[in-house]
């Protein structure tokens, strides 16, 4: 690992913390926004149902990879911790926002917000259960062929780590909220394939993304093919 000093370790350490910011506001919101959902139809092939909570989740994942890359596995484990830190935190303050009567005039009114926000609660503890197994799949293997390449073949590690674990979350996050009677059972296997293939084919479209962000950080940092930042 390398270790920086001066300017270039608070240039990193502030990077960092703009990829955590990202990465809890994507999982916090994608909390928030599940119930609401819309027909996929990419590139006129095929239509599929799938939630709007997906649309920001991807990121995460190319965010906790970008991070694995540079920053090294305890790091993007520290990241995954902090998300569910943030995610219990904001569950927090829906259960209280829940049950504070509104008065009458309020513009939303207590049967509104509780339909919108009821199913939080648990929609966010079968969401964490699912992700923070997911995530951490996703570290592992992806540090996993990151020996195995011995830093080489950066396409490799980042799609396979991220197929398996989304389709871990995406098939845990519907069973449990499927046992928790919050999605009907039919909807199941539809929901796994389409929100399973929207996560596919993002995974490889953010691959060139995922390229750009390694080789900014390894112009920036002067670092070798498969090099760490140390800024701890």
């Known amino acids: ?29 994608s909390n928030l926004i599940f119930q609401k959902f819309f027909y ?8 599929f149902e799938i939630s709007v909570g997906l649309l920001p989740y991807p990121i995460t994942f190319l965010i906790t990879d970008l991070v694995s890359e540079i920053y090294g596995r305890r790091k993007a484990n520290d990241l995954v911790l902090a998300g569910i830190f943030a995610s219990v935190f904001s569950l927090g303050i829906i259960y209280v926002a829940d049950k504070a009567p509104a008065i009458e005039s309020s513009a939303i009114q207590d049967a509104l917000f509780t339909k919108v926000f009821g199913a939080t609660t648990l929609a966010v503890i079968s969401s964490m259960m699912a992700y923070l197994f997911a995530q951490f799949v996703d570290i592992q293997i992806y540090h996993f062929w990151k020996r195995v390449t011995k830093g080489k073949m950066l396409w490799l590690r980042n799609n396979l780590s991220t197929f398996f674990s989304q389709f871990v979350d ?63």
């Open 1 to 29: 690992m390398k270790q920086l000093q001066g300017s270039k370790l608070r240039l990193a350490h502030r990077i960092y913390l703009v990829l955590a910011a990202l990465f809890i506001c994507s999982l916090v919101v």
């Open 40 to 47: 996929w139809n990419p590139f006129g092939l095929f239509r």
């Open 170 to 232: 995406t098939m845990s996050v519907l069973l449990l909220l499927c046992y928790a009677e919050l999605l009907p059972w039919e909807k199941f296997w539809p929901l796994l394939g389409a929100g399973f293939l929207f996560k596919v084919l993002v995974a490889l479209l953010d691959t060139p993304l995922l390229y750009a962000g390694v080789y900014a950080f390894q112009r920036l940092f002067k670092l070798e093919r498969g090099e760490e930042l140390l800024i701890d």
